[in-house]
């Protein structure tokens, strides 16, 4: 059976660091492009960042750019997540996702929840201030 598994979410005060991990099993980890979404209560899901099942190509959203760094170890199976001068506003639940690879990735489709297959089940990321 195929698992996602996101780790190393917390409680940090507004300026601090967290770095997400997303270790998977039962596929093959370098056929998937992978991303991060987030949902806060109240609030629809939406995309964070994405990479490209080489890690040549990645996509991010606009309020993260410049904080946030995506990156994949495909010998360990591990997608990561670098939060840096984390913002109050970042506080949500933090999903690690699987997308289908048959699917061309680009800048107007790598955000859709719709194109990812498989989901972890997410880590709380909190930021006080």
């Known amino acids: 059976q195929v698992q996602v598994v996101e780790s190393g979410g917390g409680l940090v005060q507004a300026g601090g660091s967290l770095r997400l991990s997303c270790t998977t099993s039962g596929l093959t980890f370098d056929d998937y492009p992978m991303g991060w979404f987030r949902q806060a209560p109240g609030q629809e899901r939406e995309g964070v960042s994405c990479i490209s099942w080489s890690g040549g190509t990645t996509y991010y959203a606009d309020s993260v750019k410049g904080r946030f760094t995506i990156s994949r170890d495909n010998a360990k199976n591990t997608m990561y997540l670098q939060m840096n001068t984390l913002k109050p506003e970042d506080t949500a639940m933090y999903y690690c996702?699987?997308?289908?690879?048959?699917?061309?990735?680009?800048?107007?489709?790598?955000?859709?929840?719709?194109?990812?297959?498989?989901w972890g089940q997410g880590t709380q990321v909190t930021v006080s201030s």
């Open positions: 996702a699987a997308r289908d690879p048959i699917l061309p990735l680009s800048a107007g489709t790598w955000y859709v929840p719709a194109n990812f297959r498989y």
